[in-house]
């Protein structure tokens, strides 16, 4: 099954500073999604992109749409310890007779102190 | 509210041994999930249900079977369990496929050795 690529794999960030991820596919999906995984918990979703080129904030996250709706990012500005978890992407698209929705591989933050 | 609740939390099972995870939501959602997430595989559906009396294979089906006798239970089973099953389960509802957000539980951590 395809999975969404997602980079870095892993960072290891200073409390303050910013960090900024980014999810691509080789197709074209109709909604764009980001989800946060605290440890031992499960995904919550943080921003729901839904037009390409679109831009979302959500707090200090920010969140875009490419314009050729095969990719998208995610910022988020001066970073704090609780930011620390694994952020997922997520892509939906309509196949016609289903919906499907695909996840990143996701990206694991680290924030020191 | 209680929203996606998964039982058992912790689990571990010898190779060909047979379990049964349970979901419950208390969102009346009409749509729940099962998920595997692997280090750096991110999150594959297994199957999913669109309704009361409804089941569907996802991505990675093989291994396991599901039933949704109530809308608001959910069930995992495992057969005959492998090694390659040794995972962390999610269980997910959402109130209609497509641009609804998934809510996740809090995961089952399964080993089988």
């Known amino acids: 099954g395809q999975q969404l690529n997602q980079s870095p794999q892993s960072m290891f960030i200073q409390e303050g500073e910013d960090v900024s991820m980014n999810c691509t596919s080789s197709?074209?999906?109709?909604?764009w999604l980001w989800y946060k995984q605290d440890p031992g918990e499960g995904p919550v979703l943080l921003i729901a992109?839904?037009?390409?080129?679109e831009l979302t904030s959500n707090g200090r996250l920010t969140a875009q749409f490419g314009i050729t709706r095969k990719d998208s990012f995610l910022n988020i500005s001066a970073s704090i310890p609780s930011d620390v978890g694994i952020y997922f992407c997520a892509g939906h698209k309509y196949t016609g007779t289903a919906s499907k929705l695909t996840f990143g591989t996701g990206t694991r933050l680290q924030v020191t102190l | 509210n209680a929203g996606v609740t998964q039982t058992p939390k912790f689990r571990v099972l010898k190779t060909g041994q047979s379990m049964t995870l349970l979901c419950a939501q208390d969102m009346n959602h009409e749509y729940m999930y099962w998920y595997r997430q692997d280090p750096g595989m991110g999150l594959r559906l297994i199957h999913y249900?669109?309704?009361?009396?409804?089941?569907a294979k996802g991505e990675v089906p093989d291994g396991y079977n599901v039933s949704r006798l109530k809308k608001q239970n959910f069930l995992l089973g495992l057969e005959s369990a492998a090694p390659s099953q040794t995972s962390v389960y999610f269980c997910a509802s959402s109130y209609w496929q497509g641009l609804s957000p998934l809510h996740f539980g809090n995961g089952t951590r399964l080993t089988v050795t």
């Open positions: 992109l839904y037009k390409a080129g």
């Open positions: 249900s669109v309704g009361e009396g409804t089941t």
């Open positions: 197709s074209i999906f109709n909604t």
